[in-house]
């Protein structure tokens, strides 16, 4: 079977082979990216004998709900399963007219941060083209007909730059006009930081946003907490996230996830301000969401607010991300976490 977002697999090819007109290919595109078909009988400008032809050789779906979560707060987030079994997460959040949604690049993530769930068993494989776009399309169908997404970020599971030849074409097709439509403004990749893929980005003329989680102002610190730091450094990372921008044009963010006693104090807010002093850049700080069995603590909200103000003291332009989904554990991996450890208690036929 065939599927169907797959961009690799020409669906042109597959119709001018069996003698049905071109234009078909537009309809079923439309069908998929606008009109939101749920299966291929939902397509009913086709004609019965090309539908026939399409089921018999196509997948629309290759993944599987394995669970759907509310929040409170208006964020939803899917546990998808994979066609070998692997599984991902992606998430939608709902701010005033904004429709974001998170999207995982692999299955597991192989970077090691010390603090997060994604990694913590190591990466499985790459996610292909057709896995992204199935994501954005699952998330889009929990939206009514008259709302569209409107941004999306990849920074759910996995390291998107090192999966770079699969995610780019998923990105493509979701600012395609005929695609999703998202402008590549709206759009941003969340990277550990790689500056050999950051600067293979910026000689393709990406127009994405890029978000560099940089989480330590210093390479010793940064070496415990981002493991892979130790073979590439912070310099190395700020001179390929400062050639990005310049060839791009698009304001960098740099993410700080905030742990107790770890990276939170009045020091490292100063080293970081030094770091990031005079850089047209938007700081992002995240105040950790703790991980089940794992020792890590957010800071307390004096600590989060000391942080703050000597950032603002510098000029750094700085926003703390309130966490979204609390309830429903949108932190990447940490669905996916509890779900591997259920069915490891209690095997699921
Ligand atoms: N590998 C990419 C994208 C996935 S992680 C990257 O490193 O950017 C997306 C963001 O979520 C990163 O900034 C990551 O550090 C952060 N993150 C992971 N686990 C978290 C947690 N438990 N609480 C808060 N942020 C977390």
Not at 183 to 207: C, F, H, M, Q, W
Not at 264 to 288: G, M, W
Request: net charge positive.
């Amino acid at each position: 079977m065939i599927h169907i977002l797959d961009p690799d697999k020409s669906l042109n090819d597959w119709l001018a082979e069996r003698l049905f007109p071109a234009y078909r290919a537009k309809q079923i595109r439309r069908w998929l990216y606008q009109g939101r078909a749920g299966s291929f009988a939902d397509m009913n400008n086709l004609p019965k004998l090309l539908l026939d032809q399409i089921d018999n050789d196509f997948t629309l779906w290759t993944t599987k709900i394995r669970s759907h979560q509310k929040s409170k707060d208006g964020t939803e987030k899917l546990l998808l399963e994979l066609s070998d079994g692997g599984k991902i997460e992606c998430v939608l959040l709902r701010e005033e007219n904004r429709r974001t949604i998170c999207i995982s690049s692999q299955v597991g993530c192989a970077m090691g941060c010390v603090f997060c769930a994604s990694g913590l068993d190591g990466v499985d494989r790459n996610l292909t083209s057709g896995e992204i776009i199935e994501q954005m399309l699952r998330l889009q169908r929990l939206l009514p007909e008259n709302e569209r997404l409107s941004h999306i970020v990849v920074m759910g599971m996995g390291e998107p730059l090192a999966n770079l030849d699969r995610l780019l074409p998923a990105l493509d097709l979701a600012s395609a006009k005929d695609g999703l439509g998202i402008s590549g403004r709206r759009i941003t990749i969340s990277t550990v930081g790689l500056p050999k893929a950051i600067d293979r980005l910026a000689n393709l003329n990406s127009r994405y946003h890029l978000a560099v989680s940089l989480h330590a102002p210093n390479d010793q610190l940064r070496d415990q907490v981002v493991p892979v730091n130790s073979n590439i450094g912070i310099d190395k990372i700020i001179e390929a996230a400062d050639h990005y921008f310049d060839v791009s044009s698009r304001r960098l963010t740099f993410e700080y996830v905030l742990l107790a006693d770890i990276n939170d104090q009045p020091e490292h807010a100063r080293q970081l301000a030094k770091l990031l002093k005079s850089k047209n850049i938007l700081l992002n700080v995240i105040p950790y969401n703790p991980v089940p069995g794992l020792p890590y603590r957010t800071p307390s909200s004096k600590a989060i607010s000391e942080f703050r103000t000597i950032l603002l003291k510098s000029n750094i332009n700085v926003q703390f991300r309130q966490r979204k989904g609390d309830d429903i554990d949108a932190a990447c991996g940490q669905l996916r976490r509890k779900k591997v450890k259920l069915h490891e208690i209690q095997p699921v036929n």
